[in-house]
C-alpha cells in the first residue's frame, strides 16, 4: 500500500492548506525539484518560464512560460482562472481580492459563461477591470447559450447574448467564445454564420466549443473548410477519476484538429484534493454528494498513487493530480477557482511541475 501522504513544512503546505476550501478543488503547490526525478537542461528549464513585469513594489517576476490558445493569437498561464464562483459563493469584493492576486503573480487568462450567476459573474469581471484598468492585462473567454434570456445558438440568440456580455464586461471585444454545449435544434452552419459577422464585426475574437461530441467537432471542421470560423479552444470536463468522457474518440478528435483543451473540473469537484477518505469526511452539499460518488475501490486506489508521488516530491496530492493533466499533449491550460487570494499562488504553481514517465504510468495505472 502507498504511504500516505503528510503534510511538510514550506510552500507545499501551503498550498496543501488551500485544497481543502477551493470550490472546484483545483489547486497545485510548488514540487520539489530535488525529489523530481526529471531531469531538465538549462535551456529547457529557461523555456519553461519567463519574466513579466509586476507592480512597481514587488518589480519583475518570474513566472511560468504562457501557452498558445490554438490559433487565436491568445497565449496565457498554463492556468486559467475560473470565474464560475463569483456573483454564487464569492461576492464582488472577495472576487476582486482573488483577481488582484491572480494578476499580480501572472496570471492572464479568466473564463466566465453569461449564464454563471444568470451573468452576475460577467458583471464583477467587468466592474473589477474598470476599477483596477487590466483590460489590457487580461484575456476573457466567455460561452454563450445557456442565459435564460439568450439560452441556445439560434443566431439572435448568439447576437443577444454577445451584446448581452460586452456590457456586463464592459468591452468592445470578447476574446474567446465558446458555444456552451450542443444545440440539436439549430444547423451549426447557422451559428457559425452568426458567430463569423460577428468576428466581422470586431466584437468577437475566436471561437472555442464547450461540451461538444466528436461527431459535432467534426462536422465544424468540415464547415470551417467551406469558409466558417474554426473551433480553436475545446472546453471539458477532465481528470483522474473521470478520464473515459474525453479520451477516445473527442481526445483524437481535437488532437488532430490541433484544438487547445482547457478541462474544467480537474480535481473531480475537490476529491483529488485527498480531504475525503471516507464518507464521514463529505459536507452535506451539493459538491459533497458530487465528491462521494468517487468513494470507492477506484476512488482509494488514485489517491494511494497520488499519495506515494506527492510524498516523494514534498507536495500535495492535488498538485501531481493537476500535473498529470498539464502532462497530456492535448492540454493547453486547465480551468481552475480559487475563493481566496491565497489560493491563487498554489493554483498557479501547479505548472512547476514536470511529472516523470514513471509517475505518470503509475497514475494512469491507477485510473484506468
Known amino acids: 500500500m502507498a504511504r500516505r501522504h503528510s503534510y511538510r513544512p514550506g510552500s507545499a503546505s501551503v498550498a496543501g492548506a488551500a485544497v481543502a476550501e477551493m470550490e472546484f478543488g483545483e489547486v497545485a503547490g510548488e514540487a520539489d525539484a530535488g525529489a523530481s526525478g526529471a531531469v531538465m537542461s538549462g535551456d529547457a528549464a529557461r523555456s519553461r518560464v519567463e519574466t513579466i513585469a509586476s507592480n512597481p513594489l514587488s518589480g519583475p517576476i518570474t513566472v511560468p512560460a504562457r501557452v498558445a490558445i490554438g490559433d487565436t493569437g491568445l497565449t496565457a498561464h498554463p492556468v486559467v482562472l475560473g470565474a464560475s464562483t463569483f456573483g454564487w459563493t464569492l461576492g464582488a469584493e472577495q472576487a476582486f481580492a482573488v483577481l488582484d492576486r491572480f494578476v499580480a503573480v501572472g496570471g492572464s487568462l479568466i473564463d466566465t459563461a453569461d449564464s454563471y450567476a444568470a451573468g452576475r459573474s460577467e458583471s464583477i469581471l467587468g466592474m473589477w477591470m474598470d476599477s483596477r484598468g487590466t483590460r489590457d492585462r487580461v484575456r476573457i473567454m466567455t460561452k454563450v447559450g445557456r442565459h435564460p434570456e439568450a439560452a441556445g445558438l439560434a443566431p439572435e440568440q448568439i447576437n443577444a447574448a454577445v451584446e448581452a456580455s460586452l456590457m456586463r464586461l464592459g468591452v ?87 484544438l487547445a483543451v482547457l478541462p474544467y473540473f480537474a480535481l473531480a469537484n475537490g476529491f483529488l484534493g485527498g480531504q475525503v477518505r471516507r464518507r464521514a469526511d463529505v459536507r452535506h452539499d451539493a459538491r459533497g454528494a458530487r465528491q462521494a460518488r468517487h468513494l470507492g475501490r477506484r476512488g482509494h486506489r488514485v489517491l494511494a498513487a497520488l499519495d506515494a508521488v506527492a510524498f516523494a516530491r514534498g507536495v500535495q496530492p492535488a498538485t501531481i493530480a493537476l500535473a498529470w493533466l498539464l502532462a497530456k499533449p492535448t492540454v493547453a491550460a486547465p480551468v481552475a477557482s480559487a475563493t481566496r487570494p491565497e489560493q491563487v499562488d498554489a493554483l498557479l504553481a501547479a505548472a512547476a511541475v514536470e511529472l516523470t514517465r514513471s509517475e505518470l504510468v503509475e497514475l494512469d495505472r491507477a485510473s484506468a
Do not use: C
Not at 458555444?179 to 464585426?201: K, N, R, Y
Not at 472555442?208 to 480553436?232: C, K, M, T, W, Y
Open 172 to 258: 468592445e471585444r470578447l476574446d474567446l467564445v465558446h458555444f456552451h454545449g450542443e444545440d440539436p435544434d439549430v444547423p451549426l452552419e447557422e451559428s457559425l454564420g452568426a458567430i463569423d459577422a460577428l468576428i466581422t464585426a470586431g466584437k468577437v475574437g475566436a471561437i472555442g466549443a464547450s461540451d461538444f461530441g466528436p461527431e459535432r467537432l467534426i462536422e465544424a471542421r468540415v464547415l470551417a473548410a467551406n469558409g466558417l470560423p474554426r473551433f480553436q479552444a475545446f472546453t471539458t470536463r477532465y481528470n483522474l477519476m473521470e478520464r473515459r468522457p474525453f479520451e477516445g474518440a473527442p481526445e483524437l478528435v481535437a488532437h488532430a484538429q490541433g
